[in-house]
T-cell receptor
Framework: DVKVTQSSRYLVKRTGEKVFLECVQD?????MFWYRQDPGLGLRLIYF???????EKGDIPEGYSVSREKKERFSLILESASTNQTSMYLC????????????FGPGTRLTVL | AQSVTQLGSHVSVSEGALVLLRCNYS??????LFWYVQYPNQGLQLLLK??????LVKGINGFEAEFKKSETSFHLTKPSAHMSDAAEYFC???????????FGTGTRLQVTL
């Protein structure tokens, strides 16, 4: 079974702090994704990566950056956390095959005070 | 651009009743369509996937979905609801690039006694 793990299930940070969310997958998937999930808005894509050191902006990249130094690991960085970044963050991975299913981690619920 | 619309943000059914969750899609390419389920405080789990092989797709936990091109629909059904089906359900469509998916806003299913 594919396993996608995220470093924290719950995280509380203060406004202005730098926040790192880590995601690791164990299936040698090329593509990895970061989403945020908010009530009534579904999942919105923040960034994705299709290879090591490669990244592309998603639909809502403002206020976020990412890092992919190893194939299995994809990090989401909030340079200066703000209260409007309080949300559920979901990581996913998949192969390069067109239309392939994405596999999700358990999510990190981030609260910024 | 590809998109999905989920009709009804909340659906309530009695245990044993038919479950019908609606999804309509828009796609400029032959679509790959997905249904995911999210149980409380968990990530998303794939229920089923349409990839043009058969219009009626069977998934896990007794769910199935029928692809209807003429109606641009991919509704999710289950003949008899169980309390354990209470969750949020997301419909998604492949965007055509880089294994990216576009998600609907979700439908929360409540199952009552």
């Amino acid at each position: 079974d594919v396993k996608v793990t995220q470093s924290s299930r719950y995280l509380v940070k203060r406004t202005g702090e730098k926040v790192f969310l880590e995601c690791v997958q164990d299936m040698d998937h090329e593509n990895m994704f970061w989403y945020r999930q908010d009530p009534g808005l579904g999942l919105r894509l923040i960034y994705f990566s299709y290879d090591v050191k490669m990244k592309e902006k998603g639909d809502i990249p403002e206020g976020y950056s990412v890092s992919r130094e190893k194939k299995e690991r994809f990090s989401l960085i909030l340079e200066s956390a703000s209260t409007n970044q309080t949300s559920m963050y979901l990581c996913a991975s998949t192969t390069r095959t067109s239309g392939s299913s994405q596999f999700f981690g358990p999510g990190t619920r981030l609260t910024v005070l | 651009a590809q998109s999905v619309t989920q009709l009804g943000s909340h659906v309530s059914v009695s245990e044993g009743a038919l479950v019908l969750l609606r999804c309509n899609y828009s796609s400029s390419v032959p679509p790959y369509l997905f249904w995911y389920v999210q149980y409380p405080n968990q990530g998303l789990q794939l229920l089923l996937k349409y990839t043009s092989a058969a219009t009626l797709v069977k998934g896990i936990n007794g769910f199935e979905a029928e692809f209807k091109k003429s109606e641009t629909s991919f509704h999710l059904t289950k003949p008899s609801a169980h309390m354990s089906d209470a969750a949020e359900y997301f419909c998604a469509v492949y965007t055509g690039t880089a294994s990216k998916l576009t998600f609907g806003t979700g439908t929360r299913l409540q199952v009552t006694l």
